[in-house]
């Protein structure tokens, strides 16, 4: 049985920072491709950031770009994204999700992952 739990959320001013965790278990994490989406009020989910398995490519959303780092630890079976200046319009659910293909075309579209996570809130004040 799959199971993405991320943590990490919480509530921080604008222009702060932090740090989401997602764990994955039940599956080999190494074969997989690790990303981060988010979804705010009224909106659709949205990518915000895409690892390969082999970590050599990395994908962001341009509103990210500069912000937010992603990494993985294959050891830990463990996906991070580090959100550094962070601004109002970033307040969202923040999922976690596994898939099993690398789209280069659209590397963050939401239909290419498989195994989701619950989501972590994320919000940031004025």
């Known amino acids: 049985q799959v199971q993405v739990v991320e943590s990490g959320g919480g509530l921080v001013q604008a222009g702060g920072s932090l740090r989401l965790s997602c764990t994955a278990s039940?599956?080999?994490?190494?074969?997989?491709?690790m990303g981060w989406f988010r979804q705010a009020p009224g909106k659709e989910r949205e990518g915000v950031s895409c690892?390969?398995?082999?970590?050599?490519?990395?994908a962001y959303a341009d509103s990210v770009k500069g912000r937010f780092t992603i990494s993985r630890d294959s050891a830990k079976n463990t996906l991070y994204l580090q959100m550094n200046n962070l601004k109002p319009e970033d307040t969202a659910v923040y999922y976690c999700?596994?898939?099993?293909?690398?789209?280069?075309?659209?590397?963050?579209?939401?239909?290419?992952?498989?195994?989701w996570g619950q989501g972590t809130q994320v919000t940031v004040s004025s």
């Open positions: 999700a596994a898939g099993v293909v690398w789209n280069n075309k659209y590397p963050l579209s939401v239909h290419d992952y498989k195994y």
């Open positions: 039940g599956l080999t994490f190494a074969d997989y491709a």
């Open positions: 690892i390969d398995w082999s970590q050599s490519r990395t």
